[in-house]
Each structure stands twice: as C-alpha cells, then as structure tokens.
C-alpha cells in the first residue's frame, strides 16, 4: 500500500463541444455523504437504534491559481453564467476516476494585494457520482 500526494490527483472537466479534458486546480476536496434513515422497531435488540442509508450525495471543492487565458478556467466561468452543467471526474495517479456531471454553486475570485490572484469553486453532484477503475 502507497501513500498518495494530493499534488498527484487531478481535477479535470470536459469540454462539451470538443470532448477534450482539461485540467489546473491547486487543490481538491471530494465530499461524500449518505442521509440516515432511522430502522429502529420495537424489537430491536438492546434498545440501540438501527438505520440504513438514504440518499446519497457528492460535491466538490477546488481552487487555483488565476490565470486569464486558462481554457478550463474559461469553460467554467462560461458554465456558471450561463446556469449549465459541467462533467468533472477527479483522478487519481493510479488512473482510477471518480466523475458525475454537476452544478457550479460557488465560483469566487480573491485578488490579495500582496499575493497571486486564485479562485476557488464549488460543485454539487446531479445524480450519481461513478468510480471508474484504472484501465
């Protein structure tokens, strides 16, 4: 088992006119999370409550360093305007991908005056989020 630097793992949305893949953020965080449905009945053992899982839901959250001629960065401002979808997958150096379609819910730049201009964006599944294992 080997240890993976998040600087290996990359975040990449697809052009939906080209189909080409393009990647730039700094870093990532994948957000996974299960609603809990309370299964207790009255004769579960030990009075400990039960539950299954619900529904599940994903999201995502990057940011990078701001560069004006980024094409993926473009792409996604142009998604965000125009209240569009995006198809995203992270991957990981082994080449599993883990990639669903989603909805830009934040998409902020912060321009310090001693510092590099980054943006930082947000992303929340619409339907399912796949593993897709290395080929």
Known sequence: MSKISGMKVKLFIK???TGKLLAGQRNA??????????AT???????WKESVAGFKEWSIEAD????ESDVAYGLL???FL??????IY??????TKYEGNATITDFSNEFPFDDLVTYSI?????GALTTVPAA
């Open 77 to 79: 401002e142009t998604a």
């Open 15 to 17: 052009d939906a006119t």
């Open 122 to 126: 947000s992303f929340q599944g619409s």
């Open 90 to 95: 992270l991957e990981l150096p082994s080449g």
């Open 29 to 38: 965080t994948l957000n996974r999370s299960a609603e809990s449905i309370d």
């Open 82 to 87: 125009n209240s569009e979808n995006v198809d």
């Open 41 to 47: 009945s009255k004769d579960t053992a030990g009075f």
């Open 64 to 67: 990078g360093a701001f560069v």
